[in-house]
């Protein structure tokens, strides 16, 4: 009894702890790209969307009708389901393995930091693993006792899902194999009040169904097919070592131990341990094989939590064979775990603290930069005319601006990254893909780092041929240009004449995050197609330390840039020597001040260097 409080006490203490700290997070914590545009098919509502089934757009249209166009409340129908989840898995497992095992099933639900993250960004994982976990609960009190109650939780359960995501189809099929491996669950299999729940699982795909029936299966398209390259890739292999630093080293090898002893059972454990631990078995083992032919370029880490909140429910059992030191290294590193997701969330929620990761591959650029972009927004067409309007130049634009602006009809011109995340069917029937013709002022909004920057001049000439020549942009560089954005102020009629493009730049020396002593010698080149560029300012934590020598030969930047037409080729090069005697050792960030010959000024995107005596 003594060991069941304790066990108790240590639950509602973590998840009081993680609960109140994730809702402070969530608070502050930048809308992501993903977020937003659920937002968006929230105030466009409809039963399904080409990228998901209707439940987590109604979500956050619950949220923000409830709570007001805030990210608290747009997340907060997210963030409860979250936190509903340690006790509907405490639940399930005091069932079958007694009180003590179930809170602490608890506790390693609130710890492990796949499922303990949950709801701190509104996305469709919660309301799935929600779902997922009624499935499991009804699944094994139905493996004891087929009864209407258990049959309508499943049906409740897989009613959620398939509101949920396209990915609980796997679900389904991993809990169907479940039950025919074991004896006990072919047999209720037989049940009439079975086939009534499924039934009524299967007639919630319908809405996703019908939408796909009358669009050419342009969802199932997406999610099947156009999203993955279907052929083997070795990078597959990393699937072991990222899970097992996602859900923690000692965990993960619980995990596995669960699935190992369920697999090769021959009925000498209760039925409900070998459905818990084949389901996620199965579940684990099925996305582990389909990392090496799926899509490998969007997350996909998370994708095997429901298979680990099943075998989850099975771990506090198993742990109690373990030695003491070994049960208290799991818990310690769990919590560690936990604790640096957690203050992964909280840097990215800090502006000066993400500031510092502008460089790094790893830079979280899909939250950052919206509040910045929004307020250059709003100066900008207060300086246009009223009826301006706004456009996009690709969806996460639309909708982040969208969100920030109150308003969900911001048009978005045709764009890679629409077609790469199944947004642009939905743009297209919500008539708002744009072809770029216009007979009002516009406000063309580019997210220039969103492209790859060998793409990025191609996109230019492509804005070019839509929009005509582009006049100078305002530019709005956030985190050191780690998201960099780009204002065209369009006038009613389109112009003609040759591209004007925004200006282009590369420093060749010095390297990124380069350690330097003395002079720092600076070398690259820059142009701007259509008219060329005037100079080159240094700048050094924003301000000006150097006059760039511009005009140096550079031939080799016209053969890789072919379709570049600045007049000036081959003539683009540009150097610059600035004494740093004077400057404080440490970390700086070196930029350049482009000046065009069209009267435009253009930051640059900063890079950092550290300077030593």
Same mark, same amino acid.
């Given at each position: 009894?003594?060991?069941?409080?304790?066990?108790?006490?240590?639950?509602?203490?973590?998840?009081?702890?993680?609960?109140?700290?994730?809702?402070?997070?969530?608070?502050?914590?930048?809308?992501?790209?993903?977020?937003?545009?659920?937002?968006?098919?929230?105030?466009?509502?409809?039963?399904?969307?080409?990228?998901?089934?209707?439940?987590?757009?109604?979500?956050?249209?619950?949220?923000? $009708?409830?709570?007001?166009?805030?990210?608290?409340?747009?997340?907060?129908?997210?963030?409860?389901?979250?936190?509903?989840?340690?006790?509907?898995?405490?639940?399930?497992?005091?069932?079958?393995?007694?009180?003590?095992?179930?809170?602490?099933?608890?506790?390693?639900?609130?710890?492990?930091?796949?499922?303990?993250?949950?709801?701190?960004?509104?996305?469709?994982?919660?309301?799935?693993?929600?779902?997922?976990?009624?499935?499991?609960?009804?699944?094994?009190?139905?493996?004891?006792?087929?009864?209407?109650?258990?049959?309508?939780?499943?049906?409740?359960?897989?009613?959620?899902?398939?509101?949920?995501?396209?990915?609980?189809?796997?679900?389904?099929?991993?809990?169907?194999?479940?039950?025919?491996?074991?004896?006990?669950?072919?047999?209720?299999?037989?049940?009439?009040?079975?086939?009534?729940?499924?039934?009524?699982?299967?007639?919630?795909?319908?809405?996703?169904?019908?939408?796909?029936?009358?669009?050419?299966?342009?969802?199932?398209?997406?999610?099947?097919?156009?999203?993955?390259?279907?052929?083997?890739?070795?990078?597959?292999?990393?699937?072991?070592?990222?899970?097992?630093?996602?859900?923690?080293?000692?965990?993960?090898?619980?995990?596995?131990?669960?699935?190992?002893?369920?697999?090769?059972?021959?009925?000498?454990?209760?039925?409900?341990?070998?459905?818990?631990?084949?389901?996620?078995?199965?579940?684990?083992?099925?996305?582990?094989?389909?990392?090496?032919?799926?899509?490998?370029?969007?997350?996909?880490?998370?994708?095997?939590?429901?298979?680990?909140?099943?075998?989850?429910?099975?771990?506090?059992?198993?742990?109690? $064979?373990?030695?003491?030191?070994?049960?208290?290294?799991?818990?310690?590193?769990?919590?560690?775990?936990?604790?640096?997701?957690?203050?992964?969330?909280?840097?990215?929620?800090?502006?000066?603290?993400?500031?510092?990761?502008?460089?790094?591959?790893?830079?979280?650029?899909?939250?950052?930069?919206?509040?910045?972009?929004?307020?250059?927004?709003?100066?900008?067409?207060?300086?246009?005319?009223?009826?301006?309007?706004?456009?996009?130049?690709?969806?996460?634009?639309?909708? $982040?601006?969208?969100?920030?602006?109150?308003?969900?009809?911001?048009?978005?011109?045709?764009?890679?990254?629409?077609?790469?995340?199944?947004?642009?069917?939905?743009?297209?029937?919500?008539?708002?893909?744009?072809?770029?013709?216009?007979?009002?002022?516009?406000?063309?909004?580019?997210?220039?780092?969103?492209?790859?920057?060998?793409?990025?001049?191609?996109?230019?000439?492509?804005?070019?041929?839509?929009?005509?020549?582009?006049?100078?942009?305002?530019?709005?560089?956030?985190?050191?240009?780690?998201?960099?954005?780009?204002?065209?102020?369009?006038?009613?009629?389109?112009?003609?004449?040759?591209?004007?493009?925004?200006?282009?730049?590369?420093?060749?020396?010095?390297?990124?995050?380069?350690?330097?002593?003395?002079?720092?010698?600076?070398?690259?080149?820059?142009?701007?197609?259509?008219?060329?560029? $005037?100079?080159?300012?240094?700048?050094?934590?924003?301000?000006?330390?150097?006059?760039?020598?511009?005009?140096?030969?550079?031939?080799?930047?016209?053969?890789?840039?072919?379709?570049?037409?600045?007049?000036?080729?081959?003539?683009?090069?540009?150097?610059?020597?600035?004494?740093?005697?004077?400057?404080?050792?440490?970390?700086?960030?070196?930029?350049?001040?482009?000046?065009?010959?069209?009267?435009?000024?253009?930051?640059?995107?900063?890079?950092?260097?550290?300077?030593?005596?």
């Amino acid at each position: 009894m003594r060991e069941e409080q304790r066990a108790k006490q240590i639950f509602l203490a973590l998840w009081t702890l993680a609960t109140v700290i994730k809702v402070l997070i969530a608070a502050r914590l930048p809308l992501f790209v993903d977020e937003a545009f659920y937002w968006q098919e929230g105030r466009h509502l409809a039963a399904a969307y080409s990228d998901l089934p209707g439940l987590t757009a109604w979500m956050t249209r619950l949220g923000t $009708e409830l709570g007001g166009p805030h990210v608290l409340a747009l997340r907060a129908p997210f963030l409860l389901l979250a936190a509903l989840l340690p006790w509907l898995v405490a639940h399930i497992a005091a069932r079958w393995f007694g009180d003590t095992a179930g809170w602490r099933a608890g506790s390693l639900v609130v710890l492990m930091p796949l499922s303990g993250t949950l709801g701190l960004l509104a996305l469709p994982d919660v309301p799935m693993a929600f779902a997922t976990v009624l499935c499991l609960d009804a699944g094994a009190r139905l493996l004891r006792e087929v009864d209407s109650v258990s049959a309508a939780e499943l049906a409740l359960g897989l009613a959620i899902g398939a509101l949920s995501h396209y990915r609980f189809i796997g679900v389904i099929g991993v809990g169907f194999l479940a039950l025919l491996w074991l004896p006990e669950g072919r047999r209720l299999l037989r049940d009439a009040r079975v086939w009534v729940a499924l039934a009524f699982g299967i007639a919630a795909w319908a809405p996703l169904l019908a939408w796909n029936l009358e669009y050419a299966d342009a969802g199932l398209r997406f999610q099947l097919v156009e999203r993955h390259p279907w052929a083997f890739h070795a990078s597959g292999a990393w699937f072991l070592l990222i899970q097992a630093a996602l859900v923690t080293p000692l965990l993960f090898v619980a995990l596995l131990q669960v699935s190992g002893r369920a697999l090769s059972d021959r009925g000498g454990m209760p039925a409900q341990w070998r459905y818990f631990g084949v389901l996620g078995a199965v579940s684990t083992l099925g996305f582990f094989v389909l990392g090496f032919f799926a899509d490998v370029e969007r997350v996909s880490f998370h994708w095997t939590l429901p298979g680990y909140l099943a075998l989850i429910v099975a771990v506090p059992a198993l742990l109690r $064979e373990w030695p003491r030191a070994l049960r208290a290294a799991t818990w310690l590193l769990i919590g560690a775990g936990m604790t640096l997701m957690l203050a992964y969330y909280l840097t990215v929620s800090v502006p000066q603290w993400r500031a510092q990761f502008a460089a790094e591959k790893f830079y979280p650029s899909n939250f950052a930069g919206w509040d910045q972009l929004a307020a250059a927004v709003r100066e900008q067409r207060a300086r246009m005319p009223a009826e301006t309007r706004l456009l996009a130049d690709n969806f996460k634009v639309g909708a $982040e601006l969208g969100f920030a602006l109150d308003d969900a009809d911001i048009a978005v011109l045709d764009h890679p990254l629409n077609h790469k995340h199944g947004r642009a069917p939905q743009l297209r029937l919500w008539g708002l893909q744009s072809d770029g013709t216009r007979d009002a002022p516009t406000l063309l909004v580019v997210a220039a780092s969103e492209l790859p920057y060998k793409s990025l001049l191609a996109h230019y000439h492509s804005l070019c041929r839509r929009v005509g020549p582009l006049p100078p942009p305002q530019v709005g560089n956030t985190d050191h240009g780690g998201q960099r954005f780009l204002l065209f102020a369009l006038p009613a009629r389109r112009t003609e004449g040759e591209c004007t493009a925004p200006a282009m730049a590369w420093l060749d020396t010095p390297a990124s995050g380069a350690t330097l002593e003395g002079r720092l010698d600076i070398a690259g080149w820059a142009f701007k197609d259509g008219v060329g560029l $005037e100079r080159v300012e240094v700048l050094l934590d924003g301000k000006v330390v150097a006059q760039a020598q511009y005009g140096l030969d550079s031939p080799g930047v016209a053969a890789y840039w072919k379709i570049s037409t600045d007049p000036q080729h081959p003539a683009v090069g540009f150097r610059a020597s600035v004494d740093t005697s004077a400057l404080a050792p440490g970390r700086h960030w070196l930029g350049l001040r482009l000046h065009g010959r069209d009267g435009s000024v253009e930051d640059w995107s900063e890079q950092p260097l550290t300077l030593r005596r």
